[in-house]
């Protein structure tokens, strides 16, 4: 009972002293305050992401690139969920690609967009970059051929260009069947295409580099019928004269050497081919 006593005794002696007071009073207004913070902190986290986004951009027009992706990468791995993250990445990583040739670290930085994001609007965008650096920077032509066999499949637009780039890829691997598979799909989906003409004299191309010289010979004849005043038809002339120069067709490589004369932009290719069409005319003679 005196033990009781005494707690009721020590508790109101407590409950009357300054301290317990002052904590009473403190307590709550710190909790009010904090939750207070953190409510605003949330409700204005959007508005600084789009003020740290902006001065990125910002950074860009006055190109300090290498701090434009650091303030991208810092919303990206600071604010994974936010609707900057994904587009935060991209821009990182086209910034490295574009302006800083940092073409690896660009890589790195569609590679996880598309890991982490697969259904962002800025996820082919960066394919196509990734195409482009693995075919044109880093010379990787059987990863940019996967790339660019993605965007074709994913019906990215301009779709013909992909698949021109898809086949050019396989050309520069020197698989020349299956870059002319892909330049003949292109004729067939696309007869409007722009690249239709280069296609066209490229698979006579592909015919003449297997030594097929007959198909290539043929092609190209329907090119230069077809699109006389086109210059992949000087090409195809030219290319003409290659491939008759093989068959030991001489005098007709010849004629169309000597007509190409003033009208192929290389003069000078046309000069050497000339003088070895007709050094190997001279020698025939010679062994007649």
């Keep these: 009972m005196k033990q009781r006593l005494l707690q009721e005794e020590l508790s109101r002696k407590r409950r009357n002293s300054p301290l317990y007071r002052l904590l009473v009073v403190i307590v709550p207004l710190f909790l009010l305050i904090s939750a207070a913070s953190i409510g605003y902190y949330f409700a204005t986290l959007d508005q600084r992401l789009y003020n740290s986004f902006n001065l990125a951009e910002e950074l860009i027009l006055e190109g300090e690139y290498t701090n434009a992706v650091e303030l991208y990468?810092?919303?990206?791995e600071e604010h994974p969920d936010s609707d900057l993250a994904a587009k935060s990445l991209y821009r990182a990583g086209e910034v490295q690609n574009l302006f800083i040739n940092q073409y690896h670290a660009a890589l790195l930085a569609f590679l996880r967009l598309e890991k982490e994001y697969p259904d962002s609007p800025h996820v082919l965008p960066a394919l196509e970059q990734e195409a482009d650096i693995y075919k044109n920077r880093l010379r990787d032509y059987g990863r940019a051929a996967a790339l660019y066999q993605k965007l074709v499949d994913r019906e990215r637009k301009p779709a013909d260009r992909f698949l021109y780039e898809l086949a050019d890829c396989y050309f520069?691997?020197?698989?020349?069947?299956?870059?002319?598979?892909?330049?003949?799909?292109?004729?067939?989906?696309?007869?409007?295409?722009s690249y239709v003409a280069e296609v066209r004299y490229r698979v006579g191309v592909t015919f003449s580099l297997e030594g097929d010289l007959g198909a290539?010979?043929?092609?190209?004849?329907?090119?230069i019928k077809d699109l006389p005043d086109d210059p992949f038809a000087t090409e195809a002339l030219f290319s003409l004269a290659s491939v008759l120069e093989e068959q030991e067709r001489l005098r007709e490589a010849l004629k169309i050497l000597n007509n190409l004369e003033g009208v192929y932009p290389n003069a000078e290719a046309v000069e050497r081919k000339k003088t070895q069409v007709e050094e190997r005319i001279k020698l025939k003679k010679r062994a007649i």
């Design 172 to 193: 520069r691997v020197n698989n020349f069947e299956q870059a002319r598979i892909e330049f003949e799909n292109l004729l067939k989906m696309w007869p409007d295409s």
């Design 216 to 223: 290539a010979e043929k092609v190209f004849l329907q090119v």
């Design 73 to 76: 990468r810092r919303i990206y």
